[in-house]
């Protein structure tokens, strides 16, 4: 009941006050525009992540208010909800700042190990991995190693956004995954977050298929990777019977590859990791004739797939 509720809460915060943001978007002129690795012809707003960040926090603020009349299991251990929703404000901050000013890469990939150091320093942590035939713990390798995924992930959703509705495609098979690992495992406290998630990212796809009406630019696409990053950690470490590592991996395959390969490429020819290409799996797809929309349709299929091999190996585990 409480993880419905969230997500209907949630996709209907998203549906109505993402056209306002376009609206104001478009007054104020913060267009993106073609050019460069982007594949659209025309100026689209780009503050979408905004509305999708004020749906995420109507939702999870909407679960931890009735979660206990409700009678659901507490919502998230009260170290972890804090470390969410910090985090989430401060990228809130970075990129808005990011969209309407720009900010230069290296200074965007500071406020992003800014935003994973304070997560874990508030609990939001790789402490032990959980293999099937041993645990590790990770000791001093903790903090360093849960900065490095979720700047890694931040950074691999950002990437893949280059399709209308593929970055919110392929997140969304990635928590249906999530989901259904935390539901087999009665993991209900990570539930509210996946749902707001689903219901923010839903809302906003409704204006951000292909035609777009407006992108959710890096507010969103560091949204997006920050909370699927959180909640594959707590599915690692919080839940009943914690996954292997390699299941959040797996079901992030399509934009983990798509940012190894981003990395191998532009350091083959010289270039700092960070500067764009039109490289990417979905530009190569559109060369080879597809349409946007069936590029999209594609990666998130194959994501679904992954999505779908992840959950059978973590009931295998």
């Keep these: 009941m409480l993880t419905a509720l969230t997500f209907a809460i949630a996709c209907?915060?998203?549906?109505?006050?993402t056209p306002v943001v376009r609206h104001y978007a478009y007054r104020l002129e913060l267009?993106?525009?073609?050019?460069?690795?982007?594949?659209?012809?025309?100026?689209?707003?780009?503050?979408?992540?905004?509305?999708?960040?004020l749906a995420f926090a109507v939702g999870v603020g909407f679960a931890g208010l009735v979660a206990s009349e409700l009678g659901s299991a507490a919502f998230l251990r009260l170290s972890l909800a804090p470390a969410i929703l910090s985090g989430v404000a401060l990228l809130l901050v970075i990129g808005v700042v990011d969209d309407v000013r720009g900010v230069p890469a290296l200074v965007k990939l500071g406020g992003q190990v800014a935003v994973a150091l304070l997560a874990a320093i508030m609990g939001l942590r790789l402490e032990r991995l959980v293999f099937p035939w041993a645990?590790?713990?990770?000791?001093?390798?903790?903090?360093?190693?849960?900065?490095?995924w979720m700047v890694g992930v931040m950074n691999a959703i950002n990437l893949i956004d280059g399709l209308d509705g593929l970055a919110s495609g392929v997140v969304l098979t990635v928590l249906g995954a999530f989901g259904l690992l935390a539901a087999l495992d009665g993991t209900d406290p990570i539930l509210p977050i996946i749902a707001a998630t689903v219901g923010c990212a839903v809302g906003f796809l409704a204006y951000n298929l292909h035609p777009a009406s407006i992108i959710m630019g890096d507010t969103g696409s560091m949204l997006l990777g920050f909370v699927v990053a959180a909640v594959g950690i707590l599915l690692t470490q919080d839940s009943v019977r914690p996954v292997a590592p390699w299941v959040p991996i797996i079901a992030l395959g399509v934009p983990l590859v798509d940012t190894a390969w981003a990395v191998v490429r532009r350091t083959a020819r010289g270039e700092p990791f960070f500067v764009a290409d039109r490289g990417h799996i979905h530009h190569q797809l559109l060369r080879r004739g597809l349409s946007q929309r069936d590029a999209m349709l594609t990666l998130t299929a194959v994501s679904g797939a992954l999505a779908l091999i992840a959950v059978g190996i973590g009931q295998l585990d």
């Design 31 to 53: 267009l993106d525009m073609p050019g460069g690795r982007k594949v659209h012809q025309v100026p689209v707003p780009r503050l979408g992540g905004v509305a999708m960040t």
């Design 12 to 17: 209907v915060v998203g549906l109505v006050v």
């Design 135 to 148: 645990s590790v713990d990770l000791g001093p390798l903790s903090v360093p190693l849960t900065v490095a």
